[in-house]
């Protein structure tokens, strides 16, 4: 009885769902193109600060790697972020810095030809190195006695002038047998133990605290101690006595 109207009905109905699926189609279809998009910007930008923070830094480092394995040792590579590949290019610069100053070193050592000069060169090198800040030169004498030819304070000549030690039973003595450098870690303390180290007592006077004997000259020539010294007490590392 009802067969017309309720076929119009089935139809009104058929085509409201189809468009509901449509218009929800459409939607799902826009939310995906904006995911899509949105996707593609995070990965841009991912890659744009990988690129910016991390490769970018890197190849300027290896470039200036390269520059300083060719020799050029003054080349300091830029540090460009604070990251690890920031801390690395620093200790690289440091590395290379050290190695300049190691280079101008023996340059100014080669160069120089008498004992105020070699003196003024490591006086003023040094300190890039390791903590010195006096340097003097004592050799032993015909006499027996162990004379204080030059000393550099603060990378000047300092006006102690020319003194004379007894080596007998001192440290100076110890380092000159031995060959081998010698470190005394507290300069006040350690001159306090004998009446002989009258060396250390007037090193102390000085104003220093730590020093390193080292023996130079021997083989039947000329021999004496450089020694190398510093305001602070327990300055002076493994490292140091070795460089």
């Given amino acids: 009885t009802h067969n017309a109207e309720l ?35 995070v990965a841009l ?7 910016l923070r991390v490769l970018r830094p890197m190849s300027q480092a290896v470039r200036g790697f390269h520059v300083v394995a060719n020799g050029d040792f003054s080349h300091r590579v830029p540090i460009v972020a604070d990251n690890e590949i920031g801390w690395l290019v620093g200790a690289f610069n440091q590395l290379a ?10 340059t100014g050592l080669e ?9 003024k060169t490591l006086s003023q090198t ?7 800040d006096w340097i003097g030169v004592l050799v032993v004498g015909v006499d027996g006695r162990i004379h204080l030819e030059r000393a550099f304070s603060d990378a000047k000549p300092d006006p102690i002038g020319q003194q ?8 100076l003595e110890e380092c000159l047998k031995t060959r081998q450098p010698l470190h005394i870690a507290d300069v006040q303390q350690m001159s ?30 000329l021999r004496g101690v450089v020694v190398f010294a510093t305001r602070y007490p327990n300055s002076y590392r493994t490292e140091h006595i070795e460089l």
């Fill in 7 to 41: 076929e119009r009905y089935s139809g009104e109905l058929v085509d409201i769902l189809h468009r509901e699926l449509g218009e929800r189609a459409d939607r799902a279809r826009l939310i995906n193109r904006l995911l899509l998009g949105l996707a593609f910007l």
């Fill in 45 to 51: 930008g991912i890659g744009a600060w990988f690129y």
């Fill in 97 to 106: 810095g050290r190695m300049d100053t190691l280079r101008r070193l023996l």
């Fill in 111 to 119: 160069q120089n030809g008498d004992l105020d000069s070699t003196l």
């Fill in 126 to 132: 040094l300190p890039n190195l390791m903590p010195v």
């Fill in 164 to 171: 004379s030690f007894d080596t007998d039973r001192t440290l």
């Fill in 192 to 221: 306090q133990l004998s009446a002989r180290y009258v060396f250390l007592r007037r090193l102390y006077d000085l104003g220093r605290r730590d020093a390193i004997f080292q023996p130079v000259g021997g083989g039947g020539g």
